[in-house]
């Protein structure tokens, strides 16, 4: 309903809204935000959150660059390289979380302020050129008339829909937000999905990372600025409940279509863009207070 009204009122208010071009860019837009938006779904379902996704789609989108455009590291392996070191920083806060205690968000916290001021100290703020445009060319380009981002969050989407609905580990994480203590007593490794799914995350952050250089040429330490908010709030507008346990994929992408239609409308009707965090945060607002109010009714969506 809320993605209906939202093309109604911008198709009548906002200049070439429903144009093929910006249609594109609103679909390329929702699509960077899709890919972390469905591990996120896991992590929230589970009980816990990561508010560092931002700083790490631009630190790791930094380092890809350095390592292929100064260090003339290959594409073939600097990629899963930062992948790979992507998934070990958030696995290392869903370590500190099952080992010492802490708080996911606080460790994720942590990670957003490290990260984000390191790949400003690496680049002195400077945007580092990714010299391959057959790199440019396979993954920020279009293939069949889309984005090939969007190929990419639409395989991710089945990917994770399908972990939720049919796998042992999918049930495994609705069971562990629900009712850890009940999950614990039937022999289930809680510290083990924990980990899985804060690694995941941050694997699919710097996977996202390399994509947005990609797309622009460069890797830039400003890059990404907020998108843990448009994660965060496509998860929570998509009906996954913030006290853990219920959450659905399909619900996930409708937010993340919302909150990319919401965005790409403000810019089209001039609002000034401190106005367009105002609304940002007051969808956001909006989506906690529904939250609670479903989960005070038992969770029913």
């Known amino acids: ?18 144009s093929d071009r ?10 960077y935000v899709g890919l972390i938006a469905f591990p ?35 594409i073939g392996v600097a990629l899963p390289l930062v ?16 080992a010492y205690g802490v708080p996911t968000f606080i460790a994720t916290l942590a990670l957003w302020s490290s990260l984000r001021g390191a790949a ?14 057959e790199f440019r060319s396979a993954l920020g380009g279009d293939l069949l008339g889309l984005p090939v981002v969007a190929w990419m969050m639409i395989a991710t989407f089945l990917f994770f829909a399908y972990l939720a609905k049919f796998s042992r580990y999918g049930r495994h994480i609705y069971a562990v937000g629900a009712n850890p203590a009940a999950v614990s007593a039937l ?18 952050a710097a996977f996202v990372g390399v994509l947005i250089d990609a797309r622009l040429g460069s890797g830039n330490a400003n890059a990404a600025t907020g998108m843990e908010f ?38 089209l009707t001039g609002v000034d863009p401190d106005v367009q965090q105002v609304v940002r945060g007051v969808v956001i607002l909006v989506a906690v207070l529904v939250n609670s109010w479903l989960a005070r009714r038992g969770g029913r969506v």
Not at 22 to 31: F, T
Not at 83 to 93: C, R
């Open 1 to 18: 309903m809320a993605l209906i009204c939202l093309v109604v009122v911008y198709s009548q208010t906002a200049p070439n809204f429903l």
């Open 22 to 31: 910006n249609l594109v860019n609103i679909l390329r837009s929702a699509s």
């Open 40 to 74: 996120m779904t896991f992590v929230i379902v589970a009980g816990e959150i990561d508010i560092s996704v931002g700083p790490a789609v631009a630190f790791f989108g930094v380092a890809f660059a350095h390592l292929v455009g100064t260090y003339d590291v290959p």
């Open 83 to 98: 992948v790979a070191v992507g998934a070990l920083v958030g696995g290392a806060a869903g370590l500190a979380r099952v």
């Open 120 to 133: 400003r100290w690496w680049t002195d703020a400077l945007p580092v050129i990714v010299p391959s445009k």
């Open 187 to 204: 022999g289930i490794d809680i510290a083990r999905i924990r980990v899985l799914i804060m690694a995941t995350t941050g694997a699919m």
């Open 230 to 267: 448009d994660v965060i709030a496509a998860v929570i507008v998509g009906g996954t409940l913030l006290s853990g346990g219920h959450g659905r994929m399909v619900g996930t992408l409708l937010g993340v279509i919302v909150i990319a239609v919401l965005a790409n409308g403000l810019v």
